[in-house]
């Protein structure tokens, strides 16, 4: 299994021009504080991906995101797959063909597994299975989606403007919304 990187990528202010050597159909992987993060280069610098809790404090469906917001500032890389059944165009099929999904599983079902099932057929995870093997790189990994986590959630509080009386503005339009009246 080769892995290409492609780090500079994500900081060139040529983007725009490079991403069109990124082949349809790529599996890429973008580096996080003690884990990785998959997606399907689809083209036109869009990832389908497996959302999860990546950077987000509700889980997210399968989706479209720019390639620069996958790549999120860290180094990424496109995985090769010696063993791959689907290529291409097909693998940009599976994965549209599953947008919108919402069955987000850490261990079973999550944005690794999503994309080993577009290009293998099979969804699997290294890094699950790493984490299962060694139980320090499993804590580890616990603690640095947790840490995510809650950065993601500071940062959601922080985006949360107050309504002239002091109010979220969820809660305002809430209040808002008129009441049935009994009969």
Not at 51 to 72: N, Q, T
Request: hydrophobic share 35%; proline share 4%; aromatic share 10%.
């Amino acid at each position: 299994m080769e892995t290409l990187y492609i780090d500079w990528l994500t900081t060139s202010p040529e983007l725009a021009s490079t991403k069109r050597t990124i082949e349809a159909g790529a599996h890429l992987i973008s580096e996080r504080d003690g884990y990785t993060h998959h997606g399907i280069y689809v083209g036109d610098g869009q990832v389908i991906h497996y959302g999860g809790f990546d950077h987000s404090a509700k889980r997210r469906p399968v989706e479209y995101i720019a390639l620069r917001a996958f790549a999120a500032g860290k180094d990424l890389r496109i995985q090769t797959e010696p063993d791959a059944v689907y290529a291409g165009i097909d693998v940009v099929e599976r994965a549209k063909s599953r947008l919108g999904e919402d069955q987000y599983q850490f261990l079973t079902n999550n944005c690794e597994h999503f994309c080993t099932w577009c290009v293998l057929g099979v969804g699997r995870s290294e890094q699950v299975r790493q984490c299962l093997r060694n139980p320090w790189v499993g804590i580890k990994t616990l603690f640095a989606l947790a840490k995510a986590k809650v950065h993601a959630f500071r940062d959601r509080a922080r985006r949360v403007r107050p309504h002239r009386h002091g109010l979220p503005l969820l809660m305002a339009a809430y209040s808002s919304t008129p009441q049935r009246r009994r009969a």
